[in-house]
C-alpha cells in the first residue's frame, strides 16, 4: 500500500474547507429528472436530458469495459438491464480489443436496438483511423449508426491537439454529416485541465463528455469542482463514470496507472456503501451514471439502488466526501488521475 506522509494529509485535511464550500455552489446546480416511462420491454427508469444533444439517456447505464472477461455472463446482463429498465448501453473499440462491440452485435442490437441509446468510442490519432474504428463498430454491433461516438480518453491539451491535427474530429464531424454518428463527444479520466481545455474551444459540434464523478474526487485534481460547472455552462452533456473510482471503492489491487501494483483499503461496504456512491454521483449535474457489471446480480443491485433515486443535498454529499477523506488521504483511490 502507498501511505502519503503526515504533512501531505494534514494539507489535504485543510484543502477540504475549500472542497466542500465548492461542493455547496455546485449543488445549487438543477439536475432535473423525468419521471419513468414505458416501451414495448417495460417500465423505463428515470431518465434526464443529456445536454444540447436533447437525448433523454435512463440515469443508469450499462458500461462494457470488463465485458471480455466474462462473456458467457454477457447476455444475462444484457437482459437484466432492459428487464430493469435501462436503455443506455456504452463500450468502446478498446474494450477487449473489439470483444465488448462483439457482445453487443450479439446480445443487444439484434433485437433491442430500437429502444436504447447505443455509444461507442475511439482512441483514433488521425481520421483514417477513425474511418477503420467506426466501420469495424458499425459491423461487430451489427448496426448502421451509433448514437454517440467519443474520442477515447483524451489526457492532456497536448494529446488533444495530436489528435485535433490529425482530423479526428473533422472525421467525426463528417461521419455525423453522413447519418453515421448521432453526437460527438470526448471522454477524459487523466486531467480536469485536459477536459476543460477541450470544452473551451467551443466547438458546436462537441456535445458529449464522459467523466469521473465519485465522492473521492473532490479531494484533490477533481473533475466534479472542476470540470462539471463548465460543461453546465457550456451545455454539455455529462456522463458519470468512475462511480466506484474505477475499483478503488471496492479495494481493488492497481493494475494499471498511478501506484500500479499497489493494494489499498476498501471503502465498500464500511466507510460508504455502492448505493451511496451511486447516489452520489446522481446527486451531481450529470444525466446518468455509466457502470461496468461483470454479472446480472450487479445490474439488478445497482438498478434497484437507482429506481427510488432522490437527490442529495449539499449537506449530504459533503457528508459523504468528507467520510472518505481519512481513507483517501492513506490510499490511491483513483489511480487513473495524473498527479495524484
Known amino acids: 500500500m502507498i501511505r502519503k506522509n503526515h504533512k501531505e494529509q494534514h494539507m489535504d ?60 455472463e454477457t447476455e444475462a446482463i444484457v437482459e437484466a438491464a432492459i428487464e430493469g429498465g435501462c436503455r443506455f448501453f456504452e463500450t468502446a473499440r478498446a474494450y477487449g480489443r473489439g470483444e465488448a462491440e462483439r457482445q453487443y452485435g450479439m446480445h443487444l442490437t439484434p433485437t433491442y436496438r430500437n429502444e436504447i441509446i447505443l455509444m461507442s468510442k475511439t ?20 448496426t448502421d449508426h451509433v448514437d454517440i461516438y467519443l474520442m477515447h480518453a483524451i489526457t492532456s491539451p497536448e494529446d488533444l491537439e495530436e489528435r485535433l491535427t490529425g482530423g479526428v474530429f473533422d472525421a467525426l464531424v463528417k ?34 463528455m464522459l467523466v469521473p464523478v465519485n465522492a473521492v474526487d ?28 474505477g475499483g478503488g471503492f471496492h479495494g481493488k489491487r492497481i493494475t494499471w496507472g498511478t501506484g500500479r501494483g499497489s493494494e489499498r483499503e476498501s471503502l465498500i461496504p464500511d466507510v460508504i456503501s455502492n448505493q451511496e456512491a451511486l447516489q452520489y454521483a446522481l446527486s451531481m449535474p450529470v444525466a446518468t451514471a455509466s457502470v ?32 472518505v477523506t481519512e481513507v483517501a488521504m492513506r490510499n490511491i483511490v483513483e489511480h487513473y488521475k495524473s498527479g495524484v
Open 292 to 323: 461496468g457489471c461483470t454479472e446480472a446480480a450487479h445490474v439488478r443491485e445497482n438498478i434497484a439502488h437507482v429506481s427510488n433515486f432522490t437527490r442529495y443535498s449539499d449537506a449530504q454529499c459533503r457528508e459523504l466526501v468528507e467520510r
Open 123 to 142: 482512441y483514433a490519432r488521425n481520421a483514417e483511423t477513425v474511418k477503420t474504428d467506426l466501420d469495424a463498430s458499425l459491423e461487430l454491433m451489427k
Open 218 to 245: 473532490p479531494l484533490k485534481n477533481s473533475f466534479v469542482l472542476n470540470t462539471l460547472p463548465l460543461a453546465q455552462e457550456k451545455n454539455i452533456g455529462v456522463i458519470a463514470m468512475k462511480v466506484f473510482a
Open 175 to 208: 461521419a455525423r454529416e453522413e447519418g453515421i454518428i448521432g453526437h460527438i463527444g470526448f471522454s477524459g479520466h487523466s486531467d480536469p485541465e485536459a477536459n476543460n481545455y477541450f470544452i473551451n474551444k467551443d466547438f458546436p459540434d462537441l456535445e458529449v
Open 13 to 72: 485535511r485543510r484543502h477540504f474547507l475549500k472542497v466542500t464550500a465548492s461542493l455547496t455552489a455546485l449543488m445549487s446546480i438543477p439536475a432535473c429528472m423525468h419521471g419513468s416511462v414505458s416501451d414495448r420491454w417495460g417500465k423505463v427508469l428515470p431518465h434526464r436530458t443529456l445536454g444540447k444533444t436533447g437525448l433523454k439517456p435512463t440515469i443508469f447505464t450499462i458500461g462494457s469495459g470488463a465485458f471480455d472477461r466474462n462473456p458467457e
